[in-house]
Each structure stands twice: as C-alpha cells, then as structure tokens.
C-alpha cells in the first residue's frame, strides 16, 4: 500500500489493480498522430523497451517467486507424477526461457560449436511460437476456465478473431486516406488498429478488448459526418460485433472471479517461500553445522529412525539411552517451531490452504536429503526437523476442515450477489459510449463485492477461527473473558461426542447399544503354515538354509503367547479396551437420563478411575514423561504413513487411526486449556488432576502405540521384501547376482529410451506447422505416425 493516501485515492488503486486502464497507452497514439510526433514516440518507446541484461534487477518478481515455489512443490511431492506431453512442454519452456537469459551474460553466441547442439531446441521453440499463432494453448498460458482471469490472462484463440477483422479495417482505413490524404482521424484510427494488430498473442485479452474499444469510440467521430460513400461501414460493424462478443465473454468470466482472487491470495501466500527457505535450509544447517563441529560426538537424544526416547519412558530399551545433546540448537530449534506454528497460525484463511502446503514440501525435502550429511549426529537432527515439520503439517492438516467451513460459510453471500449481478448485467451491440458507460458502471459493483470479498477472506484468521471453534460445546456465550465464561450445563449426544460409533441391537428390547467399529477384522493374517521354502543351490549362508527351521521355532513360539482365554496378549487387551469403552458409553447413556442424580453421576467418575487404575492406569505426573505436556515434542513422533503392499488395502483404516490421534492431541490441549481458563462447577481440584492425570498416561499409550505400528509396518515391507525371495518354486538359475544387475541396467535403459522416443515424438509433433512443402508433410506425417506406435508399445512394456 502506497503511503498517505486518501480513501478515494486507495479506492481508485484498488480498481485498477482488479481492472487495468489500457486505454490511456491508445489515446496516447491518438495525441500523438493529431500532433505528427507518432513516429518520434515509438522510435523511443522501442528503444526503452529493448532488454539491458546488465541493469536488469536481480530481485524476483511475484510471479517468478510463485513459480519457484509450485516447482518446489512438484519436485518435493511424494506422490508419482506420469510424464506426460503438457509436462514436457512447460519443462521445455522454462529451460528455453532460463537459456534465453543467461546467454547475454556467459556469451555463448560467440562459441559456434553450440550452433549444431540447439538447432533442434530453437525449432521446438518455432514450433510453439507457430502453435500460438494458430490460437493453441498449452504450458502456462494453459489455465483452467474456472481460474481464468480475464482481465490479465491472455486467450490466444480469441485474440486471434480480431487480426483479421483489423486487416479489413485497416484496408479500408488506406482506401479512405488516398481520397482523404492527412486526415488526422482516419490517420489515428489505422494507427491504433495497426498497434492492436502487432500486440504479443500472450497480450491479455482485455487490453485487446480496450483498443478495439478505442477505435470504435474515435471512427465515431468519423462516421457522424461522412457520406454512406465513404463510410467505414461493415468493417468497423464486424468489430463491433466482435466486442459485444467479448464483453459476454467477460460477463461470463464472472462466476470464477473468487476462484481468481483466491489464486491471487496463494500467489501472496508463496511470497513466504524465499525467508522459509533461508531459515529452514540455510540458517539451520548454518547453526547445527558449527555446534557439531564443536562436539562432534554430540547426538540427538534418543532419535532414531523409530522413535524418540521419551516415549519409552522407565521401559529398557536400547532408544532410551540418552546421549548429551546441544543446548544451544534446543532452543533455536524451539524458537524455530514457534515461528513455524506463528506462520500457520497468524495466517487468513484465503492463504492457510498454500502456507500449509509450502511447509509440507519443505518436511519432504528435509527428509529426502537426511542421508546427505556424512555425520550421523547431523543426520539425526535433520531427522527431528523433518519430522516435526511434517507432524505441523498434519495436526494442522486435520483441522483444516475447521478453516475450510467458515471460508464456504463467509464465500457464500458474496458468491451469490456475485451470481445476481451476472443476471442483471447485460451487453449487446450498443454503441460506443453506453457500452463504456455500462461496463464502467459494472466494473463498479464487482470491484465493490471483491473488495468486501477481500476485507473477509484477508482479516480473518485462522487463530481466531479455531478459538471460535473452542468456544462452541464448551462456553455458554461467545465471551472469551474469564469473568463471563461458564461451562455448559447440558451434555451434547453420542453423535456430536462421537461422530464415528456405529448403533448396534443390544438385546430383545430393542436398545441402542453405541460401540466402535473393530479394526481387528481388518488385520491381516501373516502366518501361511502351507508355505514351501525353496533353498537355493550353492548357497552357503546359514542363515538361508535354516529359514524353515526358524520357521518353525517361530511358529512354536507364537503358539505359545497365549493366555487362559486361549488367544494372544494382543488379542486379549483389545478385548478387554473394548468392553471397557462398551462399558462407558452404555454408562453415560444411563447418566444422560432425567433421574440420574449429582450422587449417581459422582459415583460413575469414582467407579471410572479405578476402572483405569485397575488396568494399569495411573494418575501420577511422574509417571508420564514432562515432554508430553509440549507439543513440540509430539510432533517428533514418527509419521506412520506407510501403508504399502500387504497393508495398502488397510489404508483407510490407517488413515482413520492417525485422525483420532490427532483429535486426542486437540482434546487434550482443550481439556488443559478450559481447566486453566475456567475450571469446573461439578468437580473439585483433585478430580481434575486425577483427569488430567489419567488422560496423560493415555496419550502417552497412544504415542508408543502409534511407534510400534510404525515399526510394525515398516517391519512387514522388510520381511514382504525378503519373503519374495523365497515364493520361487524349484530352482534357482546360477548368478542371481549378476543377473539382477542386468535386470536393473536394462529397466533404467528401457524407461530412458521411453522417454527420449516421447521427446522426439513431441518435437516432430510441435514443429511439423512449420513444414509447408506437401510431399515433406507427407513424410512427417508418416514418421510421426510410426515413433507414435513405437511410443506405445514401450509404454505397454513399462507399464
């Protein structure tokens, strides 16, 4: 924002910024053909515009900072890209585009050696110019019609319509000037039509849109006072056609204008890009590099792959020897996720979406490059930095949803005015000055309601929607004070407290009877006592020929675990959760009734915690370790994202799992939060503490659960792997060795021969407009048709 501005002043930038003036670059050739000094004016205005390599500023626009982070994105996303023809033509534009401006400054015209190495990118780069002129979009002039900005995004296929109808205009222009030579109107007339016919394709199609309304407006002045002999007549009727054309384009284009504010709000979001960047990637290794160095025995503490050491809290395991850390990069690292927390936090809900996505892709490139450092203790804290980022990401991920309603609740009324405006807008073939007036006035209104879809979208924040979120179920008002705030008297239903219950027929007399759907059928069966172990011949490994009879003992072993009801420890702890959680729905249904007394429901609390006593429960602070009460420190915890091969058909039940810890981790952090803010009218300080007590040690049961399946899941891959070793029947051929080389060469080779046949097919194809002669297009045509058949029989054998 500009300083010391006045309200109508930031009222008219606003506007302009939403809907550009391009008609005072058009009225300024008309100046200047009226005064003869046109030609003075473009020979400057060319030399102005010629690019000095030297004075270029080496600062980054906000498109080219938003570009680098969408590659970023898509280089650091986890998830498998194919590779198809549009992505290779955007790489090709950006490489092309990248050269084009670092060969001023390396000087690589003078070498002559290159000419033979880019003819075949500088015929690709004819053939997508020669593609554009034919109105063909593809790369980044390529937009979703619900993201196309009208007023700044070019139509190539729609610019095209106006070259001819200019051509005409622009004889007829030369017609009229022979019989009146010098006539400056006529004279201004071809001028600005002749610029509107030589703007770039790319030129946004509103600007095109405002010369042809310029040149409407001035052959008015012509039109008035000539004969029907020396009109311009359907020349300037085609134009005009061609803009009422245009304006129901625009009028069209109004029903994606939130969608291209929203854009607009990620593109300010990816500006955050750059300072991330420095700080996760530079400041970072700058700090940890020269504590290490100092200690370079120092080492994370307890971090491994696995888990961190405080989850194992008074179990001997070898995670839980503790080695001396930094104390130095413990309280930067603290710092450093506070500032993180802050960013996501202090965020609008127009620009959370993208921030949360741009701390994603860090947390993924932080860990694809763990293995990079040659020092472990560096690897390790790396580790911890990966994976506290990426754990941000996913509580925040799971309270998006929040952030998500109060946009579509806040987008709702504006989108629907939006909605009546295009019902009440209207635009036809008028003449110049009530179709000027009309879009002006038009222009007007939606500036208005974007403006006020700005102010909402911008000024809310996301911190104040998860406080407001709080607040609800919890407060009796929406005061946030202390003095004001009291707890809830009713208690909401099963389905609000329990949206994931299923209701199941108790008895004879029909009860409803509300119990959680069992992720133990999902599990799959691991042991296949019908398995033939193979072993290999000439091998000498002891541990290979033995794998049946470890097999065995294995299977021994597991028989054994079981217990007087005749199934596992597992098996049985599931179990007795399970009637315990039966047991305490069934309850607070009972308590919910209208004769349950305070004595009843003061007894159901007693009966509860001994209840969890009972089963290994405790209350005690020092029972659980002080890093569970610190977020910072759950977002350690391993991802538990991995859900491939035997486990990927249990994906959704994962995913369900990783969900409800991530609602514990909330309800607790809200539990602490109301008991520090506003206490309770039904329990004394000692039953909290108990409370609070015993949903600590449950969350501390939840974290080494969510380590163990971690472990467990990675362990499956690992022995899936190994297993697929021994699923060969018969014998195994010599050299397996050598031959999995081979077979690992030969695959690299195939996928890099797929690609290069698909590059070649793709020049072929752009630059086949650029061949004129008949038999030569024949020719092309058949080469393409034939390396199009081979690409598709590699993609067959890839696939």
């Known amino acids: 924002a500009v300083k010391d501005e006045t309200e109508k002043q930031k009222d008219e930038r606003k506007f302009r910024e939403m809907f550009p003036d391009h008609s005072k670059e058009f009225r300024e050739i008309i100046d200047a053909a009226e005064n003869d000094s046109l030609e003075d004016d473009i020979e400057k205005e060319t030399c102005a515009s010629t690019p000095d390599f030297e004075k270029t500023s080496a600062v980054l626009t906000v498109d080219q900072i938003a570009l680098l982070c969408s590659l970023h994105e898509s280089i650091f996303n986890n998830s498998l890209q194919a590779v198809d023809q549009a992505c290779r033509l955007q790489t090709f534009q950006y490489c092309y585009n990248a050269a084009n401006l670092i060969m001023p400054a390396v000087k690589w015209t003078e070498c002559p050696e290159l000419d033979s190495e880019t003819v075949n990118a500088h015929i690709m780069g004819l053939g997508i110019v020669s593609s554009l002129s034919r109105g063909v979009c593809f ?21 095209l319509k106006a070259n001819k109808r200019l051509g005409v205009l622009l004889t007829r222009v030369g017609q009229l000037l022979r019989a009146f030579p010098g006539n400056s109107v006529l004279a201004a007339v071809g001028q600005v039509a002749e610029r509107v016919q030589k703007l770039d394709i790319k030129t946004p199609l509103f600007k095109v849109l405002t010369g042809l309304e310029v040149i409407l407006r001035k052959a008015q002045e012509w039109e008035e006072h000539a004969s029907k002999h020396v009109v311009l007549g359907e020349s300037l009727k085609s134009i005009s056609s061609l803009v009422a054309q245009w304006r129901k384009l625009e009028l069209a284009s109004w029903a994606s204008l939130l969608n291209v504010r929203d854009e607009r709000f990620k593109k300010q979001a990816m500006q955050h890009w750059i300072p991330l960047y420095r700080i996760l990637m530079k400041d970072f290794v700058n700090i940890l590099a020269e504590d290490v160095n100092k200690n370079d025995q120092c080492a994370l503490n307890g971090i491994t792959e696995n888990s961190p050491a405080w989850v194992w809290k008074g179990l001997h395991l070898d995670v839980c020897r503790k080695r001396q850390t930094i104390q130095k990069f413990d309280v930067y690292f603290t710092k450093l996720m506070k500032t993180l927390d802050g960013f996501l936090l202090s965020s609008s809900i127009g620009e ?4 949360l996505q741009i701390i994603k892709s860090f947390s993924h490139q932080i860990a694809k490059d763990l293995h990079t450092f040659e020092k472990i203790s560096v690897e390790s804290y790396r580790r911890k930095l990966s994976r506290s980022i990426y754990g941000l990401w996913q509580h925040y991920y799971h309270l998006s949803a929040i952030v998500d309603k109060s946009y579509h609740e806040l987008r709702s009324p504006i989108e629907s005015k ?11 073939e008028q003449s110049y000055y009530s179709l000027a007036e009309s879009s002006y006035k038009n222009h007007r209104k939606l500036c208005k309601l974007l403006r006020d879809y700005d102010e909402i979208v911008l000024e809310k924040r996301v911190s104040v929607i998860f406080e407001e979120n709080f607040r609800k179920g919890v ?9 004001e705030s009291q707890p809830l008297s009713s208690v909401p239903n099963q389905a609000v407290m329990f949206p994931n219950l299923i209701i199941r027929d108790q008895s004879s007399d029909s009860k409803e009877k509300f119990v959680g759907d069992s992720i133990l059928i999902y599990l799959p069966t691991l042991r296949n006592k019908s398995r033939q172990w193979t072993i290999p011949e000439n091998t000498t490994d002891k541990y290979v020929i033995g794998m049946e009879r470890y097999s065995k003992k294995m299977e021994k072993i597991m ?11 597992a098996k049985l702890g599931f179990k007795t959760a399970d009637a315990i959680s039966d047991a305490l729905f069934e309850r607070i249904g009972h308590l919910r009734s209208d004769k349950a007394t305070k004595q009843m429901k003061e ?3 007693v009966d509860l915690f001994k209840t969890l006593k009972k089963n290994g429960l405790s209350s005690m602070k020092w029972v659980v370790p002080s890093e569970i009460r610190e977020m910072k420190n759950i977002l350690e915890l391993p991802f538990g994202n991995k859900v491939d091969t035997l486990l990927q058909k249990h994906a959704a039940k994962f995913q369900e799992s990783e969900t409800y810890f991530q609602r514990c981790i909330v309800e607790l952090s809200r539990f602490r939060m109301e008991v520090n803010a506003i206490g309770s009218a039904y329990m004394n300080q000692r039953e909290i503490m108990l409370m609070i007590g015993f949903c600590e040690h449950l969350m501390l049961i939840l974290c080494q659960q969510r380590c163990s399946l971690e472990t467990v899941t990675t362990h499956i891959q690992n022995i899936e792997v190994m297993l697929n070793f021994f699923d060969i029947k018969g014998h195994l051929p010599k050299f397996q060795i050598t031959l999995s080389k081979n077979v690992s060469i030969f695959e690299s080779k195939l996928r890099s021969a797929k690609e290069s046949i698909g590059q070649i097919y793709l020049l072929l194809q752009t630059a086949s407009p650029l061949v004129t002669e008949i038999k030569k297009c024949s020719h092309l045509r058949d080469y393409i048709a034939k390396i199009e058949g081979c690409s598709d029989r590699l993609k067959s054998c890839t696939s």
């Open 418 to 428: 939006l909605k009546d405006e295009v019902k009440l807008a209207k635009w036809d």
């Open 352 to 355: 959370f979406s993208q921030r």
């Open 139 to 159: 790369g980044s002039e390529s937009l979703e019609p619900e993201k196309v900005d009208f007023y700044n995004n070019p139509n190539p296929k729609e610019t």
């Open 559 to 569: 028989r054994n675990q079981v217990n007087t009801e005749g199934c596992s420890w």
């Open 475 to 483: 407060r009796e008002n929406d005061s946030a004070s202390k003095e």
């Open 603 to 605: 007894r159901a609390l």
